[in-house]
């Protein structure tokens, strides 16, 4: 869908030019087009034991041909709507009720998240699909940290998902730790592994930092797959151990001890595991979001956040950059250390096929395009780049096209997010004095 | 109170600073003017540690800074406005004077804040807006405030007439004769605004190519006909 790219900023804010959106069409419509004949315009089909090639010129057309009238529409659209300054006032107006009013929409999707599973909507198939959003959710939250506060932008966060999820599966197959046992080693590991990386980047920027991070995801994952001799290497660990309800384990029968539905007197069922699973995410995810939020209210939070405005100014004003940046990282790995625990213990299985880069991509879209640095905002960006792919499901092939398409008009019509308003962290003599709207 | 002996800074292979060597006593304006790229912001930056001093001693109270890290010198009580202000776009007005305070703990923070507002009543009116939208005379002061806030020994301030309008000028001068009378607080003042700067400075210096050519109290360089050439002549 490289045509985003021309959609951009042009639309012009008075009338309608007709020969300009007819030219910029066109041209969107001529790269649809050259993308779309390696793309859709061949299928390789088996004939008679043998490959084939099946052309198929009326796809290239149709695609095309929606490129180039959606395009069109999109900057009739733009025109019609007047100058899009206004547009975008509008969204920050509702941005910032949402911001504004963060507490009540949080207390009400937390206590919504508590009863689902008691909702006529919570089958398994929901929880399970809810346990996946809430796992996001807890590595956005993570990440946000790193890449929302703090400003460095991490593409291997990945690694320390991986770090997590790898000590404990390791620690529970030569120690025989359980879960409660494992998770503070695997968060405190993966903190490590924050500040391993976090040294040789200290004085990198932007791009160059990106890369470097990236880096670091993929030597992870190359370690893991190839240090057969601890990790198994492609095999993956298997049988990784349940987390237990203080030490009730979910089974039908256990040979240490009681399991969770004898204890409670209830009749076995393979459900009690999967909503306690999605409760103890539920339960991990609302702590990262209270140390988020009570972090950037103390003087470390601030200072990440005056890090990501101008590292000059924050040496000028007697802060410590390399500790600031190195708690950062270290803070938001071992969140993401706790996440790839419960994911290791949640799959049973886990190998380094789990902890590819596109999982880094599919945090870091999640934190941009919540918003960076919103709490809420990354709730929902979680929510829209879990859920909407299971609901394109009866689409088939066309699910991932959909997908696509989501993502770009979330971009264009909210390039910076979709909450991007920035609650300040100080007030003085109650609110209300020099506010100001929000860009 | 501050004491600069010979020092020299480099930029790879480019010596900004060639062996200066300076004076600021307690209680003092000390103005530093000069022509751009005469080293001035270098020999700010080169007192708070970044870049380093690649020779020479830089001493405050007797103590040997020259080779502290920026946020330690700033902990010893070296307070830095920098150039262009810098304060934090995205932060409020308060944000940023809380950024100030967080060398000290916060410990003062209210009282503070306050005396800040005392001095720039602006900054009260604009309490939750984010520095980025402030004006740029709003910003300065911003910066000379946030500053205050660590509660500095000794405050360095950058070129803060930078791009102002000249009644803006007027007032953050104002305003940095008052910090320096009512509170007592050390100042050494970068400018290009020689004029200005010379009269409210007890001494100053004229830097070129990174070298000290002159120096008096800010009356004698204000009569001085080179100075006067240089730097007064044609406009202010």
């Known amino acids: 869908m490289s045509t985003v790219a021309t959609v951009g900023p042009r639309a012009t804010a008075g009338g309608f030019d007709l020969a300009r959106a007819l030219k910029e069409a066109g041209l969107a419509a001529f790269v649809a087009f050259v993308l779309f004949v390696p793309l859709a315009g061949f299928k390789l089909v088996g004939q008679e034991g043998q490959l084939a090639l099946e052309y198929r010129p009326h796809w290239v057309l149709i695609g095309t041909a929606a490129v180039f009238v959606g395009h069109l529409a999109i900057n009739f659209i733009r025109a019609m709507r007047g100058p899009s300054q206004r547009a975008r006032g509008e969204a920050g107006a509702m941005a910032r009720f949402f911001t504004v009013h963060a507490r009540w929409f949080g207390l009400a999707a937390a206590l919504l998240a508590f009863l689902l599973p008691f909702t006529p909507l919570g089958n398994r198939y929901v929880v399970d699909v809810a346990t996946t959003v809430l796992i996001y959710v807890m590595l956005g939250w993570g990440l946000n940290i790193v890449v929302g506060l703090a400003g460095l932008l991490d593409l291997g966060y990945v690694a320390f998902y991986a770090v997590g999820a790898y000590s404990y599966a390791l620690f529970a197959q030569w120690f025989g730790l359980g879960f409660w046992e494992a998770l503070p080693i695997a968060g405190v590991l993966a903190a490590i592994a924050g500040i391993l990386l976090g040294f040789p980047v200290l004085r990198l ?96 939070g601030r200072a990440w956040e005056a890090l990501r405005e101008d590292e000059i100014a924050c040496k000028a004003l007697g802060i410590n950059p390399t500790n600031t940046k190195l708690t950062a990282f270290a803070l938001g790995a071992m969140f993401g250390g706790f996440a790839g625990s419960f994911f290791a213990t949640r799959q049973g299985f886990i190998s380094p096929e789990s902890f590819t880069f596109i999982e880094s991509a599919t945090i870091l879209a999640i ?15 979680a929510l829209v780049i879990v859920v909407l792919p299971e609901l394109g499901r009866e689409f088939e092939q066309f699910r991932m096209l959909l997908f696509g398409a989501a993502m770009v008009g979330i971009m264009v019509w909210r390039p910076r997010g979709l909450l991007a308003f920035r609650e300040p962290t100080v007030r003085l003599h109650g609110r209300g004095q020099g506010e100001e709207a929000p860009r | ?116 507002f005392a001095l720039f009543p602006r900054l009260k009116e604009r309490l939750h807006q984010r520095g980025g939208t402030l004006s740029g005379g709003e910003q ?83 009569a001085n006909p080179e100075v006067r050439a240089a730097y007064l002549e044609g406009g202010h």
């Open chain 1, 205 to 300: 920027r932007g791009d160059y930092l990106a890369i470097v991070t990236l880096g670091f995801g993929e030597i992870i994952r190359v370690v893991l797959l190839n240090w057969y001799d601890v990790t198994n290497g492609p095999d993956g660990i298997s049988g990784i151990p349940r987390p237990t309800f203080f030490g009730l384990e979910f089974k039908r029968y256990s040979p240490d001890g009681m399991t969770f539905s004898q204890f409670f007197g209830i009749e076995y069922s393979s459900l009690h595991r999967v909503i306690f699973l999605y409760y103890l995410i539920l339960i991990l995810a609302l702590i990262t979001n209270w140390f988020v939020l009570r972090i950037r209210r103390l003087p470390i």
């Open chain 1, 367 to 381: 934190v941009v395009l919540g918003g960076m640095g919103s709490q809420i905002g990354v709730a929902l960006a």
């Open chain 2, 1 to 116: 109170m501050l004491e600069v002996q010979d020092v020299h800074t480099h930029y790879g292979h480019i010596e900004a600073l060639k062996g200066v060597t300076l004076e600021v006593r307690r209680g003092e304006i000390v103005t530093i003017i000069g022509a751009n790229g005469a080293g001035k912001t270098t020999l700010l930056m080169t007192i708070c540690g970044d870049p380093r001093a690649s020779a020479g001693r830089i001493r405050l109270d007797g103590e040997d800074i020259t080779h502290l890290p920026t946020w330690e010198i700033v902990r010893r009580g070296v307070a830095h406005a920098p150039e262009g202000r810098r304060i934090f776009p995205r932060m409020t007005v308060l944000e940023n004077l809380k950024m100030g305070a967080t060398v000290n703990g916060e410990q003062w923070f209210e009282e503070d804040v306050e005396q800040v």
């Open chain 2, 140 to 222: 300065q002061m911003l910066a000379i405030g946030r500053a205050l806030m660590a509660r500095p020994r000794l405050l360095l301030l950058d070129e803060p007439s930078l791009g102002l309008a000249p009644n803006l000028v007027q007032q953050i001068f104002r305003a940095i004769v008052e910090i320096n009378r009512s509170r007592g607080l050390t100042i050494l003042l970068v400018e290009q605004n020689a004029f200005q700067a010379l009269r409210i400075a007890h001494r100053g210096y004229v830097l070129a190519t990174g070298e000290v050519v002159l120096q008096g109290t800010g009356r004698e360089l204000l």
